[in-house]
C-alpha cells in the first residue's frame, strides 16, 4: 500500500483483481463466510455491555435505563441476584455465538482459500504448458519452479492463515470506533487518532517490506536455479572435480538471500514492538483521561470499563494487523510474480483463421525460409527444399549449422522471420497448432521419459493406445526384449529421465512412442549419437521399421546411417550448399564428399587401435 495516500496503490488493485475469476466460482460461500464473521463481530460488540450492568446496576445498585429496560423486564431488574444470573448467562451465550462464529467463518474462508489457490496452480502450470520454446530459451527454470511453488505458497499462506483473521480484525476495528464515537465522541477521537497514526507507521513498514520481499523472492528463484543447473549436471560437476566451486556459487547465492532475510527480519521485528508501544500509551491515555471523567462524574465506572474494553479489544485486532500484514505483502509480491507470468502470452499460437488440419499426405516444402532465434543472430538463410510424400530426407551439417532449427520450425516450435513452410500445399501457421503436432512423431537426440510405467511412458504421444498396441510398437522398437525382462515388465516404474535405462534402451523406448502415435510425418534429431556399435544397429533397425510409410526428416551426424536416404541436404551456416542421393553427393566430391570421408578415417583409425 502507498505509504503517500490512503488509496490501494494501481499495481495492489490490478493484482488483487485479476485474481477475482479464480475466487468467483465460491462468492456465495464467501458471502456466508463475511456474514457469519459479521455475527461474530457483533458478539464481540456486545460483549462488554453486560459487564458495564454488573458493575453499575448489580454492584453499585443503579437503576436500569433506556435502553435496557426495553430489553430486561422490571421482575429481573428489581432482583440483583436474579440480574447478575441473567447477565452472566448473557456473557455466556455471547463468548458460545464469537467461539462458534469464528470457527465457521474462519474454517468457511480458509477452505475456500485452499481451493482457490488450487485453481491458482492449476491455472499456472496450464499456462507453463501453453508458452512457447522461445520463453523457455530466456528463462531459468528455477526460477520458474520457485513461482510455481514457493510463491504459490505465499498466496496460499495469506488466502488461508493472514485473510481470515485480517477481516475479523478490520471488522472488530471499524465496528468499535463507530461505538465509541456514538456513546463517547472524546474516546471515539481518541481512538480515531491512534488508529490513523498506526497505520501511517504500517503503511511505511509494508512498503518497505514488499520491496525487500520482492527482491528475496528474485534471488531465491536465482538460487533455486544455482542449486537445479548443479545437481542435474552432478556428474560433470564431479568429474572435473568442480564441487568446491559449485559450493561457492551456491553460497554467494543465498549469501544474498541471507542479507535481505535479516533486512526483513529486522523490520518485522520491529514493527509489532512499534505497534505494541503505540497501542500502551493509547491505553495509558484513555485510563488517564477516563478516571478524570469518572472522578468529575461525567460517566460511570461501568462506562469507563466498556470504553477501556473496546480499545483494549480494539489494539489486539491492530496488533494482529501488524503480525499478519507481514504475510499479505510477502503474498502481494508474490502474486505479482504469478501474474507477470500468466500475462505472458505465448509467441506462437493460432491464428484466428487457422483451421484443423486433416489426414497430411506427407509433402513439405520449404519457401525462402530466413529464421533466427533472435534478429540479431540468424539460424537459416533463404532455405528451400521440397520433401515428397514417404522419402527420406537427411539434414547435414556440423553441430550449429541449423539442421535441429529445421525440425523446430515444422513443429511450429518457432515461426521464421521471412518465408513459409508448407505441408500439402497450405503454409502451415494456416492449421491449428494441435492438429498440426497431432500428425508429427518425434524421436529426439536425448528422449525424455517420465517417472511413470512403461506403458504410460510409450503411450504418451497416444493415451489411447491398448495394451496390444503398445507390445507391438514395443517390439517393433526392439524394445520389448529388455522390457519383459525388467521385475514388473510394462508396468516397471521409470525414474526420472529413465535412469537405470542405457542410452539405447531410452532410444528404443522413444521409438516405441512414435510408433504408438501414428503419425504421417516423422521428425529424427539425432537418434543415433553416442550409443554403441551394438546399441546403434538394434536403434538403426527399429528405425527402419518406423520410417516404413512416413515422410522423414532426419537431422544426422553419423553419416553412415542415412545411406538409404531418398535425399540429402548438405547445411552449413545456415544455407543448404548442395543436395541429392547419397550417390550423387559422393560423387561430386564436394562438402558432402569431405564431411564423408573425415568419418570414413576416422572410423578406420578407431578399429586400427581396436585391434592393435
Known sequence: MNAKTSKPSPRRIGTLRAFLPYAKPYRWTITLALLILFLDTLASLAAPWPVKLIFDNVLLGKHLHSPWTLLIPASVAQNHFLLLDVLCLALLWLALVSAGATYAGTRLLAVTGQRVVFRIRCALFAHLQELSPSFYDRQRLGDLLTRLTSDVQAIQDMLVIALPSLLLSGMIIVGMISILVLINPIFGGLGILIALALYFILSKYLVRIKQVARQARRQEGNANAVAQENLLGIRVVQAFGMEAHAKQVYQESIGESLRLGEIAADLESSMPSVVSLMTDVGMMLVLAIGALLVMQAWITVGDLLVLTSYLRTMYKPMRQISKLSNTFTRATASAERILDLLQ????????????????????????????????????????????????MVALVGHTGAGKSSILHLLQRFYDPQRGQIRVDGQDIRGYTLASLRQQIALVPQDPMLFRASIRENIAYGRPTATDAEIIAAAREANADEFIVRLPKGYDTILEERGVGLSGGQRQRLAIARAMVRQAPLLLLDEPTVGLDAQSEQSVVEALERLMVGRTTLVSAHRLSTIQRADLILVIDDGRIVESGTPAQLLAARGYYYRLYSLQSRSLESNLALAFN
Open 344 to 391: 505472458t502470452v505465448p509467441t506462437i499460437i493460432d491464428r484466428p483463421d487457422a483451421q484443423p488440419a486433416g489426414p497430411f499426405n506427407g509433402f513439405i516444402a520449404f519457401d525462402h525460409v530466413h529464421f533466427g532465434y533472435d534478429a540479431q543472430h540468424p539460424v537459416l538463410h533463404d532455405v528451400s527444399f521440397k520433401v515428397q510424400p514417404g522419402m
